[in-house]
């Protein structure tokens, strides 16, 4: 990872994993540029869809009864699609306007110096023991807010690990493990609950009309988990990460370690007075029933403008933060300097738009040949044919929603097509939507973070290019790879102990049905 060979790891047992990640890092790095990657993937797509539509593979759908058949872009259809849908393909690629809205305020904060300086507050008053449960902690909880996690805490774990004399890729996979891999877990509810329990509970009117399914029904373990994965990942990060990584020799200098100036000093006070006047704002629209942020019609905060708009609420709080620190600090003196810290970080995601837009190519043409859904629709009929006790059967579902994951990167697109086959299926067995459900977070969460399907898997890719320049898909997987097996294994666990005591998942949420 580092310039120089990093040294081996104490102990026969970390000698082995050590060798194993090396010999996935040097098998993934060996592959092409991660662009170049994406572009034969699509290549791939396209001429695999024309060999399946030749076959009988079609798969009848659970949900809606119709039957799904390959569509070939081998064809003349597909040769028109492909043309004429290249451009929105890229421009509707969700990650990319995402990350572009949210590091332009971005870009204005860290220009002014208020993310340096925070950064240097931090390291002062945390005691460095602590710091790596604290960034995969916050990682964690970042989930609340969506996307922030990626495009905010991901880059300032490598940042923050760097100047404490760190390697900056092992806080960067920390963060990236709390954000990505611990996507199940939080202690307050996401944008992702309402969407999954509404899949959960169309697909479990195929059996129940009645019943339905509240976003709240994973809260109670989301909430447990919380605490055991924030621990889990420190330990991958601090007993495996750190120690394969070795001394950090790249070219990258860390923020010096010095106390705050007087003009510093006061950009923070100047921005927590901003900072306060925002909440207050934000609180006011969520907070009273009919309060100007909430969703008009159910007067939800859920499903509410402040959530589907967060990423603006992240570009404008940003924004205003930092020019409130650069005015107290004296480091905006201007509009321009405004404009100069937004363009300084979108010289960064050059990169990063040539990914994306190889990215969407494939993602789109996977998705227009069905092929995603029959792979899922056939495996699934496999795990019904296996006759499976309950425990091994939920595990196995994880193990299931594991694999995909790494074929689809969308938690809501699978489980839009597993929910139907699956709910109903465990339904008949006797347990509940929210079990299921439950049970397929854990399998989405745990493969993210080594998933080149996840949305995010290629701005990772820039990012630890940043501070190892041949970095690659390899690099990426073979670092968080330990984290996947530590998630799995103890969210496993925590299931399995969940279903032998009978606790509820969450608020009148139970394990098993009458």
């Known amino acids: 990872m580092s310039k120089s060979t990093p040294p081996a790891a104490n102990g026969s047992g970390n000698k082995w994993i050590a060798r194993f990640l090396s010999i996935v890092e040097r098998g993934g790095n060996a592959l092409p540029h991660p662009a170049t990657l994406f572009g034969l993937f699509a290549l791939g797509v396209v001429i695999i869809s024309g060999i399946a539509a030749q076959f009988d593979l079609a798969v009848v759908h659970p949900g809606t009864g119709k039957t799904v058949e390959p569509v070939s872009l ?23 306007g995402v990350v572009l809205v949210a590091m332009l305020g971005i870009g204005v904060a860290e220009g002014s110096g208020l993310i340096g300086t925070g950064l240097r ?37 490598a940042i923050i690990f760097l100047a404490v004399g760190r390697h900056p890729v092992a806080g960067l996979a920390a963060a990236f493990a709390g954000v990505s891999g611990g996507y199940s877990a939080n202690l307050a509810l996401g944008t992702v609950d309402p969407l999954l329990a509404g899949l959960s509970q169309e697909a479990a009117q195929i059996i129940d009309k009645a019943y339905l399914v509240n976003p709240a029904c994973n809260y109670y373990f989301m909430f447990f988990s919380t605490f055991f994965i924030a621990t889990a990942g420190t330990w991958v990060t601090e007993k495996i990460v750190i120690p394969r990584l070795g001394a950090y020799q790249g070219d990258e200098k860390p923020e010096e370690i010095r106390a705050l100036t007087r003009d510093e000093k006061r950009g923070l006070v100047y921005a927590t007075v901003a900072f306060v006047i925002c909440a207050v704002i934000i609180l006011w629209g969520l907070i009273p029933s009919g309060g100007f942020l909430r969703n008009p019609e159910t007067d939800s905060i859920l499903k509410s403008p402040f959530m589907s708009g967060i990423v603006t609420f992240i570009f404008v709080l940003s924004a205003i933060l930092g020019i409130a620190y650069g005015i107290g600090a004296k480091t905006i003196k201007s509009d321009a300097d405004v404009m100069k810290g937004m363009g300084k970080s979108m010289e960064t995601l050059g ?16 998705k227009w040949t069905n092929l995603g859904l029959i792979f899922a629709v056939e495996g699934a009929e496999l795990l019904k044919a296996s006759g499976l006790g309950p425990i091994p059967l939920m595990i196995a579902f994880i193990l299931l929603a594991a694999t995909s994951n790494m074929f ?85 666990i925590i299931l399995v102990g969940w279903m032998i005591v009978g606790a509820p998942l969450g608020p009148g949420a139970g394990l098993f049905l009458n």
């Open 74 to 96: 081998l064809s003349v259809y597909g040769m028109h699609r492909i043309i004429t849908e290249m451009v929105t393909n890229f421009t509707g690629f969700a990650p990319l």
């Open 121 to 157: 507050l931090l390291v002062l008053k945390s005691p460095k023991r602590l710091l790596t449960f604290v960034i995969v902690f916050a990682g964690v909880l970042s989930n609340m807010a969506s996307e922030v996690g990626y495009v905010l805490l991901v880059p300032l774990g």
């Open 351 to 366: 990169l990063y738009m040539v990914l994306c837009f190889f990215a969407a190519q494939f993602v789109a043409y996977f």
């Open 408 to 492: 689809m990167g969308s938690a809501s697109a699978k489980w839009a097509i597993l929910a139907p086959v699956f709910i109903p299926m465990f339904m008949l067995l006797g347990f509940t939507p929210e079990l299921t459900q439950v049970a397929y977070r854990i399998g989405d969460s745990v493969t993210n973070i080594i998933s080149p399907m996840m949305s995010y898997f290629a701005l990772i890719v820039a990012f630890m290019e940043r501070y190892v320049k041949d970095a690659g898909i390899g690099t990426v997987i073979a670092t968080m790879l330990p984290y996947t097996f530590a998630f799995l294994i103890v969210w496993t």
